[in-house]
Antibody
């Protein structure tokens, strides 16, 4: 069974940093691109970042570019999101999501975690 | 960034009805469009990718199409079932940043 388990969400003050983790199991993690998607309650999802399977090439949403960094450790089956210079509008439930197809990134998300809550407030 | 305009934002329908949801891209995205279903308190679920390809296990009452222009897309649900009442989102995966539509909430009439 494929599982994605996020952690690291917390209440933090504006301007501070936070690192989210997502531990994957049930599939060959190193073969799949991975993504972070966030969502405010009652709002639509927003794609945050994606990373390719092996080369680590990454893309970012406009609102997080330059502040957030997506990375992965294939030996630990773990995806990360380093979030710096956090702002109140970064407050959301953050999901990690698995790309549908192995090898070439497809940008379709076929499995999602349960999410980890990030609250940015003074 | 490519803007995805989804309509309607909500609709009411009855079990057995046919429902149509549309998504319009601000620029051409070929057929790089997916549809997701989300129920309260749950993560979104992939229904359709590449405009019209059903993801594994998705019932055939769901279908997707595009106008050929690369800007206009449709999700159709025929014979609406009780478990289909949810919010639906389109997602363009043509170019970064990936962008979602605003969502369509399908409610029980």
């Amino acid at each position: 069974e494929i599982q994605l388990v996020e952690s690291g969400g917390d209440l933090v003050q504006p301007g501070r940093s936070l690192r989210l983790s997502c531990v994957a199991s049930g599939f060959p993690f190193e073969n799949y691109a991975m993504h972070w998607v966030r969502q405010l309650p009652g709002m639509g999802p927003e794609w945050v970042a994606g990373i390719t399977s092996r080369t680590g090439g990454a893309g970012y949403g406009d609102s997080v570019k330059g502040r957030f960094t997506i990375s992965r450790d294939n030996a630990k089956n773990t995806l990360y999101l380093q979030m710096n210079s956090l702002r109140p509008d970064d407050t959301a439930l953050y999901f990690c999501a698995k790309d549908r197809s192995p090898s070439a990134i497809q940008n379709n998300f076929d499995h999602w975690g349960q999410g980890t809550l990030v609250t940015v407030s003074s | 960034a490519i803007q995805m305009t989804q309509s309607p934002s909500s609709l009411s329908a009855s079990v057995g009805d046919k429902v149509t949801i549309t998504c319009r891209a601000s620029h051409g995205i070929r057929n790089d469009l997916g549809w997701y279903q989300q129920k309260p308190g749950k993560a979104p679920k992939l229904l359709i990718y590449a405009t019209s390809t059903l993801h594994d296990g998705v019932p055939s009452r769901f279908s997707g199409s595009g106008s050929g222009s690369g800007t206009d897309f449709t999700l159709t649900i025929t014979n609406l079932q009780p478990e289909d009442f949810a919010t639906y989102y389109c997602l363009q995966d043509y170019i970064y940043p990936l962008t979602f539509g605003g969502g369509t909430k399908v409610e029980i009439k």
